[in-house]
């Protein structure tokens, strides 16, 4: 298998590669509602772009508000999962975040990601609460 390459990329240049992944498995395999999937707050965002072999593979996004960074929409295609595709989309996204000046991220993740979340050093805020009918926390993170 070749290996995977991880990209900033703008909504307006990759917006049909991104969709393609997050229809995947926030639609499709989670059965998120369409309207609520599409929030109207991707054209304002920064994304990563996960391919492999020219094919879109995994997305996130990252929107500054301030001093601070929210990370979302983060989606592996389920057979490149546990692959370190995530690993290398937050890593790029974390980075992004503090070259625009954030001190501290915020994300809200699905109790099955928390895990993951919690190896780079986010910590879960709050009691659990359900985001499209799917138990999520949120979680911060401090930048150096």
Do not use: C
């Not at 991880?6 to 395999?29: D, G, M, N, P, Q």
């Not at 593979?57 to 929210?70: C, E, K, N, V």
Request: charged share 20%; proline share 3%; glycine share 10%.
């Amino acid at each position: 298998m070749s290996a995977f390459a991880v990209h900033l990329v703008s909504w307006e240049t990759a917006a049909a590669a991104l969709a393609a992944v997050r229809r995947a498995v926030f639609i499709e395999e989670q059965g998120v509602p369409e309207a609520l999937e599409w929030d109207g707050k991707d054209a304002a965002a920064l994304h990563v772009l996960a391919t492999l072999e020219g094919e879109p593979i995994g997305t996130g996004r990252l929107i500054i508000h301030g001093s601070l960074a929210h990370v979302g929409r983060m989606a592996v295609r389920k057979p490149w999962r546990r692959r370190g595709v995530g690993t290398a989309m937050l890593l790029r996204l974390l980075q992004a975040a503090r070259t625009q000046g954030a001190r501290g991220v915020f994300l809200n993740a699905q109790i099955s990601a928390l895990a993951f979340y919690e190896r780079f050093g986010f910590r879960r805020e709050g009691e659990a609460f359900l985001d499209a009918g799917i138990p999520h926390y949120r979680m911060t993170l401090r930048l150096p």
